[in-house]
């Protein structure tokens, strides 16, 4: 059985974690997080409107040519989109990272000599796929 | 309605929430959730989420520490501070799995799985699939000693599991405002499904990509479903077709676009299923038994 004491803190950390759960949820952001909105999924995409996603095709020293998922450079694709949005004024800087990020983990593949990043902007139109288009956005190179 | 009256009302309803908040469950059911918990710790770090040991090696320059990050100031992830952070955190799992020290480790486990999190969502995406298990992983160590199977009902078990699954339909609900908040009264009738299945959805889904009124209907549907997962917390037949409506939904979201919330549907499951009345006879309770002594858990 809890003492009274102890059924007092109970309720006492319970009511404020609850308190900024709801806090959190009302005017927070993601970055509050454990306390941030439960928005995944939660945006409005119109029936007729376009979504962009991005990828990166890699050429290395021997001149192949291959697209690189972004988990070979640490990320999620959705984290990569979110690194593109972050960095839209400095995206070859990005890709310079990317890069190093890559080398560190595949340190025995083959050198990367050139980084292109794809914009692929998905349309819809009354809710179905009207068209879908890609388009290269940035470049490094180590030259 | 006086004002003493309303206010007796009122401390009456606050009363009453608390006699239910710390009504007494059985501590089998603690432990059974224990050792799912903390065995899935395992399972999430070495196989659901090998990303977050990667973010060691990404560069510093794309660490985007969460405020919590930034008020504790912790460290920029490495590839040696998050093998540190992994195997103690592996550690920590397989002593509370052990049930031999179920605060100090369960405590441990609490604060090296919650530096992971913020390892693995400070570069730009945090999943909201966690709320109710990282709860879980906070009030399970208050609890103390408990065996699998004992049906000895406990107040400090019951605020426990209560906790969780306020968590679990805190999660639902507050899913469902989010979705009011950023997406607007629209969100219902706008096209979220067919995007989701776009990006990433399965050969089963992928035929409705030409019947956007069915997605719209489904969308509707997750609407009423989150609205009334409150439902969840009613004793009896209402509580429990909810939970089983609540499974379908994460399988026919997994088998649509591929998203299994698998910390949130262990959290649903163990803390509104009666666990401590499954028998785990033989394997597992010898292996969580320390030889030589009396069968104990948790």
Known sequence: ?143 | MSDSSAARSLTGRARGALVWWFAPLPLGRVAAFRVAAYAFVFIDVLGLRPWVSAHGSVAGELYRPLLVGRLLHLPTPTPLLTSVVEIALLLSAGAALTGRWPRAAGWAVFALYSEWMVIAFSYGKVDHDRWAFLVALAVLPTVGRARLGQRTPSDAAGWALRCIQLAVVATYFLSLWAKLRFGGFGWPSSAVLERAILQRGTFLATPLLDHPGILVAAQYGTVIFELCSPLLLVRGRVGRAYLVAAAGFHVVTYAAISIMFWPHVLCLLCAFLPLERVRLDGAMRRLLARPGAPLRGG
């Open chain 1, 1 to 143: 059985m809890l003492s009274a004491r102890r059924r007092r803190s109970r309720i006492v950390a319970g009511g404020a974690v609850a308190c900024a759960l709801l806090a959190g949820a009302a005017w927070g952001t993601a970055d509050e997080w454990p306390f941030a909105p439960f928005s995944q999924y939660s945006g409005s995409a119109q029936p007729s409107s376009t979504y962009s996603s991005f990828s990166v095709t890699a050429i290395d020293e021997l001149g192949r040519r291959f697209s690189l998922p972004p988990r070979l450079m640490g990320l999620r694709s959705v984290e990569l989109a979110e690194q593109v949005e972050a960095h839209r004024t400095a995206l070859a800087d990005l890709l310079s990272l990317l890069r190093n990020s890559y080398v560190r983990l595949h340190a025995d593949r083959t050198p990367l000599r050139r980084l292109i990043l794809k914009e692929h902007v998905v349309s819809l139109r009354g809710g179905r796929l009207a068209g879908e288009r890609a388009r290269a956005i940035a470049w490094w190179s180590d030259e």
